[in-house]
């Protein structure tokens, strides 16, 4: 099997270092626009991280056509106007590749700006790589040529998480609970929908949208579920609003089991040790460090000797990062418009698990294979836990990529 850039690169790395660097006016610049403080600053964190890791060890190799790549991080705090500023600032310093993905509305800002930078500044364009958010509209209605999402969208992901809990009898009662803001909404109607669906023998029995980063104290929150007599929760809250929303559960008692999509961010683990709450925490990614792939497990091992409280979260940047600068290379390029075009129907063997995925050009969405995996006591052949609390992920079912693939309304505009 062809190796791929990152993965070359890493097998390089651990004999060999690039023998001169590039001076910084030569270097591949990249930015980072997400959150490195507030809220959202350990999700925005562990992406630098990968970035820096993936950058540091293509780099070893010699770089993407020679030359050296740069992350340039800029801090956004989750905010879309402060994004649009930071964006700005990124272009003026030369960056013409954009990464970002906490917070679907900051998403939607930096897609409306980019494509209005890119119609007014011909031979200047920038390209928008969405590592994060999964509003489906960035991929429909407002889908736009210059961005690329490299994480499965609120509709793939509710598809797969609803079907796994309909196959469970168990499931009866289902409380919903979401963030307020456009992401929150969107995840909150498609799961209602598809929980309540004919047959299903599941009931809706609460449905809730709580601010976006703002509650410190979840506890009303779990006694309204309580109250509700759900045996279920579903819910696609990350950061701080996962993490205390698991704390309130553990302090109350509350016996539930929580069918999530960020689980796995900083600080969440924890909470669910703490809470005590084994095997009843569920996500739905699109891989985790304990799948038995051996190319992947050697990644993570160099990784967490760097980074040891911090195992891969974002296993699609390394995907994102490598068919990004496969694209450079066979474009001889780093303009978006040469390099975009091969990006389109580009298939790769994920970082991952070594399955075939493919970015389908109609409306620039990636699709892989996703899991579901449960949190509880490490079992045999699973040597990473989370956080140092003596737990793991664990797969609990699989999606195929052809059972991922959803339809879109985007009727893409090209230059």
């Given at each position: 099997?062809?190796?791929?850039?990152?993965?070359?690169?890493?097998?390089?790395?651990?004999?060999?270092?690039?023998?001169?660097?590039?001076?910084a006016?030569d270097?591949?610049?990249?930015g980072?626009v997400?959150?490195?403080?507030?809220?959202?600053?350990?999700a925005?964190?562990?992406?630098?991280?990968?970035?820096?890791?993936?950058?540091?060890?293509?780099?070893?190799?010699?770089?993407?056509?020679?030359?050296?790549?740069?992350?340039?991080?800029?801090?956004?705090?989750l905010?879309?106007?402060?994004?649009l500023?930071?964006?700005q600032?990124?272009?003026?310093?030369?960056?013409r590749i954009?990464i970002?993905?906490?917070?679907?509305?900051?998403?939607?800002?930096?897609?409306?700006?980019?494509?209005?930078?890119?119609?007014?500044?011909?031979?200047?364009?920038?390209?928008?790589?969405?590592?994060?958010?999964?509003?489906?509209?960035?991929?429909?209605?407002?889908?736009?040529?210059?961005?690329?999402?490299?994480?499965?969208n609120?509709n793939?992901?509710?598809?797969?998480?609803?079907n796994?809990?309909?196959a469970?009898?168990?499931?009866?009662?289902?409380?919903?609970?979401?963030?307020?803001?456009?992401?929150?909404?969107?995840?909150g109607g498609?799961?209602?929908?598809?929980?309540?669906?004919?047959?299903?023998?599941?009931?809706?029995?609460?449905?809730?949208?709580?601010?976006?980063?703002?509650?410190?104290?979840?506890?009303?929150?779990?006694?309204?579920i309580?109250?509700?007599g759900a045996?279920?929760?579903?819910?696609?809250?990350?950061?701080?609003?996962?993490?205390?929303?698991?704390k309130?559960?553990?302090?109350?008692?509350?016996?539930?089991?929580?069918?999530?999509?960020?689980?796995?961010?900083?600080?969440?683990?924890?909470?669910?040790?703490?809470?005590?709450?084994?095997?009843?925490?569920?996500?739905?990614?699109?891989?985790v460090?304990?799948?038995?792939?051996?190319p992947?497990?050697?990644?993570?091992?160099?990784?967490?000797?760097?980074?040891?409280?911090?195992?891969?979260?974002?296993p699609r940047?390394?995907?994102?990062?490598?068919?990004?600068?496969?694209?450079?290379e066979?474009?001889?390029?780093d303009?978006?418009?040469?390099?975009?075009?091969?990006?389109?129907?580009?298939?790769?063997v994920d970082?991952?698990?070594?399955?075939?995925?493919?970015?389908?050009?109609?409306?620039h969405?990636?699709?892989?294979?996703?899991?579901?995996?449960?949190?509880g006591?490490?079992?045999?052949?699973?040597?990473?836990?989370?956080?140092g609390?003596?737990?793991?992920?664990?797969?609990?079912?699989?999606?195929?990529?052809?059972d991922?693939?959803?339809p879109?309304?985007?009727?893409?505009e090209?230059?």
């Open positions: 099997m062809k190796k791929s850039i990152v993965q070359a690169a890493f097998a390089a790395s651990m004999f060999v270092m690039a023998a001169l660097p590039a001076t006016a270097n591949l610049k990249i980072y997400d959150p490195l403080s507030g809220g959202g600053a350990a925005g964190q562990i992406g630098l991280n990968q970035l820096n890791f993936i950058a540091e060890n293509v780099n070893a190799k010699g770089g993407v056509m020679g030359r050296q790549v740069e992350i340039i991080p800029y801090d956004n705090k905010d879309p106007q402060v994004t500023v930071q964006v600032k990124a272009i003026d310093q030369g960056v954009i970002q993905g906490n917070g679907s509305s900051v998403a939607a800002a930096v897609n409306d700006f980019v494509t209005k930078f890119n119609s007014r500044n011909p031979g200047k364009e920038v390209l928008h790589i969405n590592h994060a958010a999964i509003d489906p509209s960035l991929t429909n209605d407002k889908c736009t040529y210059w961005h690329f999402a490299w994480d499965a609120v793939i992901k509710v598809e797969s998480m609803t796994f809990m309909k469970n009898d168990a499931i009866k009662k289902v409380y919903l609970i979401n963030q307020d803001y456009s992401f929150g909404h969107s995840v498609a799961a209602e929908e598809k929980l309540n669906a004919e047959g299903s023998g599941i009931e809706i029995v609460g449905k809730e949208f709580v601010p976006l980063q703002k509650v410190t104290d979840f506890s009303p929150y779990v006694a309204k309580k109250a509700s045996d279920s929760v579903f819910t696609a809250n990350w950061g701080n609003d996962l993490a205390l929303l698991i309130a559960a553990g302090d109350a008692g509350l016996d539930v089991n929580f069918y999530t999509f960020y689980a796995g961010l900083a600080g969440t683990p924890t909470a669910i040790k703490q809470a005590g709450l084994e095997d009843k925490v569920f996500q739905i990614t699109e891989g460090n304990n799948i038995d792939y051996k992947m497990r050697d990644v993570v091992a160099t990784y967490v000797a760097k980074y040891p409280d911090s195992p891969i979260y974002y940047l390394f995907n994102a990062m490598d068919m990004l600068f496969q694209a450079i066979e474009a001889q390029s303009d978006p418009v040469k390099f975009a075009p091969k990006l389109e129907g580009m298939k790769h970082f991952i698990d070594g399955k075939e995925g493919f970015m389908r050009p109609d409306d969405q990636y699709f892989q294979t996703m899991y579901i995996s449960g949190l006591p490490l079992g045999p052949d699973q040597p990473y836990d989370e956080e609390t003596g737990w793991g992920w664990k797969v609990a079912n699989s999606v195929a990529v052809e991922t693939i959803v879109t309304t985007c009727k893409m090209r230059p």
